[in-house]
C-alpha cells in the first residue's frame, strides 16, 4: 500500500514555513485512515503537533514533513500486513478455539455438561461435553497442549487415534462449532449422545502411533 501524496514525484519540492507546515500537518493527521487507536493515536498526534511548537532554528520545518511521511508509510505497512488473508485467518482461528477457559480440566467440564443435561440445557451439554472430550484428550497425552486447537482440528486428531469413533466425532465438532459459532439450538438426543461418545472414549485404548499433534 503506498499514501497518495507519496506517489507526487513531480510536485515542487517541500519547504514551507513553520505555520504552513503545521496546518499540512494537522490536515494530514486529522484523515480518517488514521484512526486506528484513537487514545495513543491523539497523543502521538500532539507529540508530532508539537514539535512545530518547540522546534528551534536548527530543526527547519521540512524535516517535520519528512517524519510525517515516514510515520506515514510505517502505518501502511502495519495496515497491509494486518490486513493480509494470513493474519486474518490466525485471528479468525484464535476465536475459535475449543478449550477457551484457562485452567478448567476435563471433569470439571464434564461436571458441568452433566449438571446442564439434568437441568434440560442442551447446549451447554454440547459445548461443555466435547469440551471435556478435547480436555481429557490432553491429560491423558493423547493431544498436546496446542493453543488455538478448533474442534475441527481435535475432530480430526482424535479420529487417528480412535478409527471407530470417526463419525462420532466429526459430528460432535459440527455441532459444537454450530451451537457456539453458530447460535444453533442443540437436541437433547444429540447432546446425550455426546455424552456417551465421552463415555466411550474414556473407556477405549487409544491407537497412539502418528497422533499427537
Same mark, same amino acid.
Do not use: C
Given at each position: 500500500? #503506498?499514501?497518495?501524496?507519496?506517489?507526487?514525484?513531480?510536485?515542487?519540492?517541500?519547504?514551507?514555513?513553520?505555520?504552513? $507546515?503545521?496546518?499540512?500537518?494537522?490536515?494530514?493527521?486529522?484523515?480518517?485512515?488514521?484512526?486506528?487507536?484513537?487514545?495513543?493515536?491523539?497523543?502521538?498526534?500532539?507529540?508530532?503537533?508539537?514539535?512545530?511548537?518547540?522546534?528551534?532554528?536548527?530543526?527547519?520545518?521540512?524535516?517535520?514533513?519528512?517524519?510525517?511521511?515516514?510515520?506515514?508509510?510505517? #502505518?501502511?505497512?502495519?495496515? !497491509?500486513?494486518?490486513?493480509?488473508?494470513? !493474519?486474518?485467518?490466525?485471528?479468525?482461528?484464535?476465536?475459535?478455539?475449543?478449550?477457551?477457559?484457562?485452567?478448567?480440566?476435563?471433569?470439571?467440564?464434564?461436571?458441568?455438561? /452433566?449438571?446442564?443435561?439434568?437441568?434440560?440445557?442442551?447446549?451447554?451439554?454440547?459445548?461443555? $461435553?466435547?469440551?471435556?472430550?478435547?480436555?481429557?484428550?490432553?491429560?491423558?497425552? #493423547?493431544?498436546?497442549?496446542?493453543?488455538?486447537?478448533?474442534? /475441527?482440528?481435535?475432530?480430526?486428531?482424535?479420529?487417528?487415534?480412535?478409527?471407530?469413533?470417526?463419525?462420532?466425532?466429526?459430528?460432535?465438532?459440527?455441532?459444537?462449532?454450530?451451537?457456539?459459532?453458530?447460535?444453533?439450538? !442443540? $437436541?437433547?438426543?444429540?447432546?446425550?449422545?455426546?455424552?456417551?461418545?465421552?463415555?466411550?472414549?474414556?473407556?477405549?485404548?487409544?491407537?497412539?502411533?502418528?497422533?499427537?499433534?
Amino acid at each position: 500500500m #503506498i499514501l497518495p501524496f507519496l506517489l507526487r514525484l513531480d510536485a515542487p519540492p517541500l519547504d514551507p514555513s513553520r505555520s504552513e $507546515g503545521r496546518r499540512l500537518l494537522e490536515d494530514e493527521l486529522s484523515k480518517p485512515r488514521y484512526a486506528v487507536e484513537p487514545s495513543l493515536w491523539d497523543r502521538f498526534r500532539e507529540w508530532l503537533l508539537g514539535l512545530f511548537e518547540t522546534s528551534g532554528p536548527g530543526l527547519p520545518p521540512w524535516v517535520l514533513v519528512v517524519v510525517l511521511l515516514v510515520v506515514a508509510a510505517l #502505518i501502511a505497512l502495519v495496515a !497491509a500486513v494486518l490486513l493480509r488473508p494470513e !493474519a486474518r485467518a490466525r485471528r479468525s482461528r484464535s476465536g475459535r478455539e475449543v478449550l477457551d477457559e484457562r485452567g478448567v480440566d476435563a471433569t470439571a467440564y464434564r461436571d458441568r455438561a /452433566h449438571g446442564a443435561a439434568r437441568e434440560g440445557d442442551w447446549n451447554t451439554v454440547v459445548l461443555d $461435553g466435547y469440551r471435556a472430550i478435547v480436555a481429557s484428550a490432553v491429560e491423558r497425552t #493423547i493431544l498436546d497442549a496446542q493453543p488455538g486447537r478448533t474442534a /475441527h482440528e481435535a475432530s480430526l486428531d482424535l479420529s487417528r487415534a480412535f478409527p471407530s469413533e470417526e463419525r462420532g466425532l466429526r459430528v460432535g465438532a459440527d455441532r459444537f462449532d454450530a451451537v457456539r459459532y453458530g447460535h444453533d439450538k !442443540a $437436541g437433547e438426543d444429540e447432546a446425550r449422545a455426546l455424552l456417551a461418545l465421552d463415555e466411550r472414549l474414556g473407556r477405549a485404548r487409544p491407537r497412539l502411533e502418528g497422533v499427537l499433534a
